[in-house]
T-cell receptor
Framework: DQQVKQNSPSLSVQEGRISILNCDYTNSMFDYFLWYKKYPAEGPTFLISISSIKDKNEDGRFTVFLNKSAKHLSLHIVPSQPGDSAVYFCAASADKLIFGTGTRLQVFP | ETGVTQTPRHLVMGMTNKKSLKCEQHLGHNAMYWYKQSAKKPLELMFVYSLEERVENNSVPSRFSPECPNSSHLFLHLHTLQPEDSALYLC????????????????FGPGTRLTVL
């Protein structure tokens, strides 16, 4: 049973537009949420995180939103750039990190 | 070298071979992890070492044997693997928060792509 789900395996967005990546979780004990970005032939790199006591965290073009009642997390990238094309993993933590299956984002010119 | 490094980057082995994967972190962290990433599956946590002691073993078959000789190095010894063990093996490390190992913001190596024939 997957505790962290990314139901969209892929997303295609035009450069300059907003990219919205979604993540759902089932375990109400999760208290920390993270997004990782992965390029081919590289390991995942930490992008942005949010604690369960917050509902929004912003870092430059990246904003993560947390809706605890819906057990839903989203990552907004605006404006999207071609260099953002990668696989994005959502992860949630109680005592260890649980990862989703990833969403492949493609930003086209 | 900076960050987390892994060697080899690619490995092809037969089912009767014995090989080892190596991970080294240059971040001064005190927790290290092995993950397995199979196609279309989430990253699966295999082992966690905190302060050189194994704190987690996620029901991993005994054909995978981890070793953490110090806080900077982590090995994964492989023997008599099966073709279904073919995957990307990722190493990660993390530091402390308030004196306690933080499992949250982990830094990953590039991975070893393992193929078992």
């Amino acid at each position: 049973d997957q505790q962290v789900k990314q139901n969209s395996p892929s997303l295609s967005v035009q450069e300059g537009r907003i990219s919205i990546l979604n993540c759902d979780y089932t375990n109400s004990m999760f208290d920390y949420f993270l997004w990782y970005k992965k390029y081919p032939a590289e390991g995942p790199t930490f992008l942005i995180s949010i604690s369960s006591i917050k509902d929004k965290n912003e870092d430059g073009r990246f904003t993560v939103f947390l809706n605890k009642s819906a057990k839903h997390l989203s990552l907004h990238i605006v404006p999207s750039q071609p260099g953002d094309s990668a696989v994005y993993f959502c992860a949630a933590s109680a005592d260890k990190l649980i990862f989703g299956t990833g969403t492949r984002l493609q930003v086209f010119p | 070298e900076t960050g987390v490094t892994q060697t080899p980057r690619h490995l092809v082995m037969g089912m009767t071979n014995k090989k080892s994967l190596k991970c080294e972190q240059h971040l001064g962290h005190n927790a290290m992890y092995w993950y397995k990433q199979s196609a279309k599956k989430p990253l699966e946590l295999m082992f966690v070492y905190s302060l050189e002691e194994r704190v987690e073993n996620n029901s991993v078959p005994s054909r995978f044997s981890p070793e953490c000789p110090n806080s900077s190095h982590l090995f994964l010894h492989l023997h008599t693997l099966q073709p279904e063990d073919s995957a990307l093996y990722l190493c990660a490390s993390s530091g402390t928060s308030g004196g306690v190992s933080s499992y949250n913001e982990q830094f990953f190596g590039p991975g070893t792509r393992l193929t078992v024939l």
